[in-house]
């Protein structure tokens, strides 16, 4: 078996192919109590925490190759919950003493590749660095319509056994004629009066 040189059209690892772009791992990073009261006001369930933002971010982050930090404002919480929160593809950070947003700017200030990071959040501070250091940057709400995809609109809704969506007229014929019916006759119903209780 020869050796593939880098010039070779089968090996992407060093040279992609004309016209492909490789793809580049990001370093997402999301200002966590934006995103979770944007998701309050408009994420597709019910009531959304903390733990069940990270969750679904976490879930988000296992289909694609990005790292994922997430910055909560204030300090850790106690008995160990904060690193039953942080998982295999994302990282949670609390930013006590300081604020979720000046250690957001100071990450994107710090970053040897600003134009690997990708920035969650709608404040103007960390949108302006953002902006100034040519990193990515997604609103929240934006970054919602990620985490809840629309379902498949090619798949059809699921059918309900118990209850057809129409009956034609000559199956409602044969329906009244199992149960004893005469067809085509509208016989009155009694009424309460007639029922036993």
């Not at 100071?106 to 040519?134: Q, V």
Request: proline share 11%; hydrophobic share 40%.
């Amino acid at each position: 078996m020869g050796i593939l040189s880098t010039n070779s059209p089968n090996l992407w690892l060093f040279r992609p192919p004309p016209g492909v772009i490789p793809a580049v791992p990001q370093h997402v990073i999301i200002d966590g109590n934006n995103l979770l009261h944007t998701m309050r006001e408009h994420a597709p369930i019910p009531t959304v925490g903390r733990e069940t933002m990270v969750r679904i971010v976490e879930r988000w982050a296992k289909q694609g190759r990005e790292r994922v930090t997430l910055i909560l404002d204030g300090a850790p919480p106690r008995d160990g919950l904060s690193a039953q929160m942080t998982g295999a593809h994302i990282t949670v950070r609390f930013s006590a003493p300081r604020t979720a947003d000046d250690l957001i700017v100071e990450m994107i200030h710090r970053a040897a590749n600003p134009d690997d990071l990708r920035i969650i959040s709608r404040d103007t501070a960390i949108i302006h660095e953002a902006t100034r250091r040519r990193c990515t940057s997604t609103p929240p709400i934006d970054f919602i319509a990620e985490l809840f995809p629309p379902a498949d609109a090619a798949a059809p809704p699921p059918k309900r056994d118990e209850k057809p969506d129409a009956v034609s007229a000559e199956e409602a014929d044969e329906l009244l004629r199992l149960l004893g019916e005469n067809e085509g006759e509208d016989k009155p119903f009694p009424g309460a009066d007639h029922m036993k209780w």
